[in-house]
């Protein structure tokens, strides 16, 4: 029998064991929130505090950055021919050949040597200071600390408290919210990933699937921390951050009722699929549930900081050798050439009508952001004069766009979902079009 001592011990433990699951639910998703969401002031500077830790590391070690970017980019370039996916179809051809030239770009770049007119201060070096060395740290850094708002029951305690608003709002099953919210704060490579396997498990149809990866897999927080401080936005980093994430699902929630998702067949990958059961009871008794026991089953702390800095670096091996290829060839473009001008022309009646104030250079970023995300940043921080409404706007607008060739578009025809390029090019041009739309009244309230 027992002794009363051994008792109490044996209920002490089994009290911290239970009570274990709630301390990580609170404690490191409160952590990842505030490095996320929360300004703070540091010599005279407001911003989110990942923001200050890039900064720390550039003023620090000054040399890292720009040699890190510089492997970064070699790998990447590489590691298509490594694993022989090089040629698995024409658009993976044609940027892994890409990402060859980025090597080049990148060892230009770093040693400024080239032509003069390529290393003018707009150009190339603009691309390697302000895009390929920032992205090349935050990208990694960003996903050490989106490991305390993915594992530990945040998304899924969200996630609950959306579900009774998915379908009718979204076209989508309640179980999609994590998926959704995961999409949006995670990379796009590992939110397609997810959204494939589950709807290869029989859980999506092929036009859910087909919502999620054009509606809701963009690019990671982290980078949208790149895209604000490129805009001079990050004293507004959460209105920011806020705004998009509202336009992006706004805009997602008018995309499946147009043609071609509204198409799509609603058929399950299986021949019999598993629809979810329904919620019952106290939704925020099941919301808190759902959180307590992703945050039980979340494992060791280690383990999945591991595992986000391993997806966070092939991540970061994919964009930069792509960026800075896709991004340099679009700024010369955009520079010596009026191919984004005339492209720019579908947008502008929408920029113009919206009476924002430099609606030629909304529209041309717009165009621009099919080609690559972060461009019309680049593109727009480089001309002076433009307001910040218009600054806000075309960042609101390339983020929430989710399709662009240099990345989302190639990782989305990998999958098992059936989108041609024809109908990624005309979801592309409604989402901007819609994402104009409903940015523009929104950037007028606030400026």
């Excluded at 070699?74 to 024409?90: E, Q, V």
């Excluded at 080239?114 to 740290?137: C, M, Q, R």
């Excluded at 039980?296 to 595992?307: M, P, Q, T, V, W």
Aim: glycine content about 8%; aromatic content about 12%; overall charge positive.
């Amino acid at each position: 029998m027992p002794s009363g001592k051994s008792a109490a011990t044996d209920t002490a433990d089994s009290s911290r064991e239970s009570s274990r699951p709630l301390l990580k639910f609170i404690g490191w998703s409160f952590l990842g929130s505030f490095i996320f969401f929360v300004p703070i002031s540091i010599n005279q500077t407001t911003t989110i505090p990942l923001d200050h830790i890039l900064t720390v590391i550039q003023n620090t070690v000054p040399w890292f950055g720009p040699l890190f970017a510089l492997a970064v980019i070699a790998i990447g370039g590489i590691l298509p021919f490594r694993d022989k996916s090089w040629n698995r179809d024409g658009v993976t051809a044609v940027l892994s050949i890409l990402k060859l030239l980025g090597i080049g770009a990148g060892i230009m770049a770093y040693g400024r040597i080239g032509p003069d007119w390529l290393l003018k201060e707009d150009l190339l070096p603009f691309l390697w200071t302000k895009v390929a060395v920032p992205v090349a740290i935050i990208v990694p850094l960003g996903s050490i600390f989106l490991t305390f708002i993915i594992c530990y029951g945040l998304l899924e305690f969200i996630g609950v408290l959306m579900r009774p608003i998915m379908r009718p709002i979204w076209k989508l099953p309640g179980r999609s919210a994590v998926d959704a919210v995961t999409s949006f704060v995670g990379s796009f490579a590992i939110a397609m990933f997810l959204t494939n396997r589950i709807y290869k498990e029989g859980k999506y149809t092929e036009r859910e699937a087909a919502i999620i990866l054009t509606g809701f897999s963009s690019v990671s927080a982290s980078f949208m921390v790149i895209v604000a401080r490129t805009l001079g936005l990050m004293e507004i980093w959460n209105t920011f951050f806020w705004t998009t994430l509202l336009v992006t699902y706004l805009v997602s929630a008018i995309t499946p009722r147009l043609y071609p998702l509204k198409s799509i067949r609603n058929e399950y990958y299986l021949a019999s699929g598993t629809p979810e059961p329904s919620l019952k009871g106290n939704l925020l008794c099941n919301a808190l549930r759902a959180g307590l026991e992703a945050a039980g089953k979340s494992g060791s702390l280690y383990h999945n900081i591991r595992a986000n800095l391993k997806d966070g670096m092939f991540m970061t091996f994919r964009l930069i050798s792509t960026i800075i290829s896709v991004g340099l060839i679009s700024l010369v473009l955009v520079e010596t050439t009026p191919v984004f001008d005339y492209i720019g022309y579908i947008f502008y009646p929408f920029a113009y009508l919206t009476r924002l104030p430099d609606p030629a250079i909304v529209a041309k970023a717009a165009a621009v952001a099919g080609a690559e995300m972060f461009i019309p940043s680049v593109l727009v921080a480089g001309t002076p004069g433009v307001a910040v409404m218009s600054k806000f706007v075309v960042g609101v607008v390339s983020i929430a766009l989710i399709l662009f060739f240099s990345g989302s578009i190639p990782c989305l025809l990998s999958t098992d979902v059936r989108l041609s390029v024809r109908d990624l090019m005309i979801i592309m041009v409604e989402r901007a079009v819609l994402a104009l739309l409903i940015a523009a009244p929104i950037a007028h309230f606030l400026f």
